[in-house]
């Protein structure tokens, strides 16, 4: 059974930088079959997908567009976890913030339990 | 990216109703849909994938259908278990989107 356990501050400062993440256990990240994302979700924007990694004989990253200039997406293989990072945060990034394993069927079939992440000063 | 739309909102259904949720795509995504359930406070649960293949676990009352840009998902017997809000989200395209959600509550 896969289970993803998220972790990371729930207050972030406007301009600082937003770092969450994502340990895996019954899965690896170096994963073939598999790829590694986070969604976030408000009432102003739904459930937004961020971005992705995975590995496929070597590492890939996929951004969206919204967040493209802002965003990172890491994979570490010695703690089996990954991380997200979006900087210059402001508000509007206010929002739930998942990490969800992207399965054989090409769904978000595994979670993480979320992380509401606040932008105040 | 491909927009996706439901309708309704908002859907008030009794137990033992049957409903019926649609979603509609911006361009053809084949059959690259999913739908989820999410409850107040928790992740979103895949139910269906690939338009109308249930996923392991999920009990029979629930099913999808449709290609291209029309899709539906229908809940045949409405379960007090059922009450929450559904998305659909197509994946042809790596960057995923989803509808923005129809809350099924109770009549």
């Known amino acids: 059974q896969v289970q993803l356990q998220q972790s990371g501050p729930g207050l972030v400062k406007p301009s600082q930088t937003l770092s969450l993440t994502c340990g895996i256990s019954g899965d690896s990240v170096s994963s073939d079959s598999a790829a590694w994302n986070w969604i976030r979700q408000s009432p102003s924007r739904g459930l937004e997908w961020l971005g992705r990694?995975?590995?496929?004989?070597?590492?890939?990253?996929d951004y969206a567009i919204s967040v493209k200039s802002r965003i990172v997406i890491n994979a570490d293989t010695s703690k089996n976890q990954f991380s997200l990072q979006l900087n210059s945060v402001a508000p509007e990034d206010t929002a739930m913030y998942y990490c969800a394993r992207d399965g054989p069927m090409g769904t978000f079939d595994y979670w993480g339990q979320g992380t509401l992440v606040s932008v105040s000063s | 990216d491909i927009q996706m739309t439901q309708s309704p909102s908002t859907l008030s259904a009794s137990v033992g109703d049957s409903v019926t949720i649609t979603c509609r795509a911006s361009q053809s995504i084949s059959t690259w849909l999913a739908w989820y359930q999410q409850k107040p406070g928790k992740a979103p649960k895949v139910l269906i994938y690939k338009a109308s293949s249930l996923e392991g676990g999920v009990p029979s009352r629930f099913s999808g259908s449709g290609s291209g840009t029309e899709f539906s998902l229908t809940i045949t017997g409405l379960q007090p278990d059922d009450f929450a809000t559904y998305y659909c989200q197509q994946y042809k395209s790596f960057s995923k989107t989803f509808g923005q959600g129809t809350k099924v509550e109770i009549k």
């Open positions: 990694t995975y590995y496929r004989s070597k590492w890939y990253n």
